[in-house]
């Protein structure tokens, strides 16, 4: 990824890191912001690294685009993922990187905002969006084509997914944000 963005963004100076080791100096940056990832961090490292690079009064920012599913269709659609995942997946969903913010000194309490973000895909982008997750795409052609006609059928059950080839996926992307204190 860091050599992509490299080359889209010559301008920007690109370095070689991670989370629980950027390489940054002390106190050297206002914000950290991690967009669909921390849940993969070593979080108790990462934080660390954090709290080691950001500035008094800086911020560390998290944010995960995830999927309504207050929507029928959309549940339906996650069981079909979830159904496969290992068990010790990690998950923004379970709730253990706020166990380990929360109450932690030299930060405020999280703020958070939720923001609806649907995106307007085809039949075969919803597809397509299945057999790209990792779980899935790790599986063998077998039950690739298994999983894809489970998610065929859920989109033949509903209503908002039956007729038509545009379909719009209903996302939520939550931001949570501290302040180091």
Same mark, same amino acid.
């Given at each position: 990824?860091?050599?992509?963005?490299?080359?889209? !963004?010559?301008?920007?100076?690109?370095?070689?890191?991670?989370?629980?080791? %950027?390489?940054?100096?002390?106190?050297?940056?206002?914000?950290?912001?991690? =967009?669909?990832?921390?849940?993969? $961090?070593?979080?108790?490292?990462?934080?660390?690294?954090?709290?080691?690079?950001?500035?008094?009064?800086?911020?560390?920012? !998290?944010?995960?685009? %995830?999927?309504?599913?207050?929507?029928?269709?959309?549940?339906?659609?996650?069981?079909?993922?979830?159904?496969?995942?290992?068990?010790?997946?990690?998950?923004?969903?379970?709730?253990?990187?706020?166990?380990? !913010?929360?109450?932690?000194?030299?930060?405020?309490?999280?703020?958070? $905002?939720?923001?609806?973000?649907?995106?307007?895909?085809?039949?075969?982008?919803?597809?397509?969006?299945?057999? /790209? /997750?990792?779980?899935?795409? %790790?599986?063998?052609?077998?039950?690739?084509?298994?999983?894809? =006609?489970?998610?065929?059928?859920?989109?033949?059950?509903?209503?908002? %997914?039956?007729?038509?080839?545009?379909?719009?996926?209903?996302?939520?992307?939550?931001?949570?944000?501290?302040?180091?204190?």
């Amino acid at each position: 990824m860091r050599e992509q963005l490299a080359e889209l !963004l010559p301008g920007v100076e690109v370095g070689d890191g991670t989370a629980e080791a %950027t390489g940054l100096p002390d106190r050297s940056v206002d914000v950290v912001v991690a =967009a669909q990832s921390w849940h993969w $961090f070593r979080q108790r490292e990462a934080l660390a690294e954090v709290e080691r690079v950001v500035r008094p009064g800086g911020a560390l920012v !998290l944010l995960w685009n %995830t999927f309504d599913e207050s929507v029928p269709w959309v549940r339906d659609f996650q069981q079909i993922y979830f159904g496969r995942a290992p068990q010790d997946l990690p998950s923004h969903l379970d709730g253990r990187w706020r166990e380990q !913010l929360e109450g932690r000194p030299g930060w405020s309490a999280i703020s958070e $905002f939720h923001l609806p973000n649907p995106h307007p895909v085809t039949r075969e982008g919803v597809l397509e969006r299945m057999a /790209s /997750s990792s779980i899935i795409a %790790t599986l063998d052609e077998a039950e690739q084509r298994r999983v894809r =006609a489970e998610v065929d059928a859920v989109l033949r059950a509903h209503p908002q %997914t039956r007729h038509g080839d545009r379909i719009e996926l209903p996302y939520t992307t939550d931001v949570y944000w501290t302040h180091r204190v």
